[in-house]
C-alpha cells in the first residue's frame, strides 16, 4: 500500500508550488532591508557633501565616478578585468579632475581624447568589449562632469539645482522599485547590480514630473529660467 509521502501522493495534491512562496519572500524582504539600511547610512554624507559643496563635494563626484566604473567594466567585461578597470579608471578619473580643475568645455575636450586613448589602450591588451569599455568615458566621465558644474558653475542656484536632480532621481528610482514589487515584468540585462522591470521603469517616470513640480514650488520657483544666473525681469 503507497505511503501518503509517495511520488504519486505527492503529484496528485496539486500543491507543487506552495514551497515557492516562501523561499522568494526572504529575497524581498532582505532586498528591501539593504536599501533600507544603504539609505541610512550613505543619504546622510552624500547630502552634507551636496549641502556643503566645494571640495567635499567634489570629492564625493571623484569617489562616484571610481565606483561607477568598477560596476561598468563588472558588467561589460566579464572575464578577466583588473588590467580593463584600471585603464578605465585612469582615464574617467582623468576627464573628471580636468572638469574640476578647468572646467566643463575643457574636460569635454578631454573626454573626447580620452575615449579614443582609452579604446586603443584596451584593443592593445585584447579586451572582449573594447567599444563598451571606452563608452565609460562619456557615459562616466562626462556625467560627473556635468553633476560638478550643476553644483559648483550656476552661481547661487547650484545647490537647488542638484537638489533639484537628487529628488528626480529618486522619484524614478523608488517609484520604478515600488511598481516594480507590484507589477513585475521584464527586467534589465541579468547580472547588473539593479534589475528594472519595463513597467516599473514607466510608472517611475511618470512620478518624476510631480516631485519635480513639488520641489519647485517649495522652492518659490516656477520656471527653469531660474537657473540663470541673473533674475528673470518682473514684469
Not at 522591470?197 to 520656471?223: D, V
Amino acid at each position: 500500500m503507497p505511503s501518503k509521502n509517495s511520488t504519486g501522493g505527492t503529484a496528485g495534491s496539486g500543491h507543487r508550488s506552495a514551497p515557492a512562496d516562501p523561499a522568494s519572500a526572504p529575497s524581498r524582504g532582505g532586498d528591501l532591508k539593504t536599501r533600507i539600511i544603504s539609505a541610512l547610512l550613505l543619504g546622510p554624507p552624500i547630502l552634507a557633501a551636496v549641502w556643503v559643496g566645494g571640495w567635499l563635494f567634489q570629492a564625493v563626484v571623484l569617489l562616484a565616478a571610481a565606483l561607477s566604473v568598477r560596476e561598468w567594466v563588472r558588467l561589460v567585461e566579464p572575464g578577466s578585468r583588473q588590467l580593463p578597470f584600471v585603464l578605465s579608471l585612469f582615464c574617467v578619473v582623468a576627464v573628471v579632475a580636468a572638469g574640476i580643475a578647468w572646467g566643463g568645455i575643457t574636460a569635454l575636450w578631454m573626454a573626447a581624447g580620452a575615449t579614443l586613448v582609452l579604446y586603443l589602450a584596451v584593443t592593445a591588451i585584447k579586451a572582449e568589449h573594447c567599444k563598451s569599455l571606452a563608452f565609460a568615458v562619456p557615459y562616466i566621465g562626462v556625467a560627473c562632469v556635468a553633476l560638478n558644474w550643476v553644483r559648483t558653475e550656476t552661481a547661487e542656484h547650484g545647490l537647488a539645482l542638484f537638489l533639484f536632480l537628487l529628488l528626480a532621481i529618486w522619484a524614478t528610482d523608488i517609484g520604478a522599485y515600488a511598481a516594480g514589487r507590484s507589477i513585475g515584468g521584464r527586467s534589465s540585462p541579468r547580472g547588473s547590480a539593479r534589475r528594472r522591470p519595463g513597467p516599473a521603469c514607466s510608472a517611475g517616470w511618470r512620478r518624476r514630473p510631480c516631485s519635480a513640480i513639488s520641489f519647485l514650488t517649495s522652492m518659490g520657483l516656477r520656471s527653469p529660467g531660474w537657473a540663470r544666473s541673473s533674475p528673470p525681469s518682473s514684469r
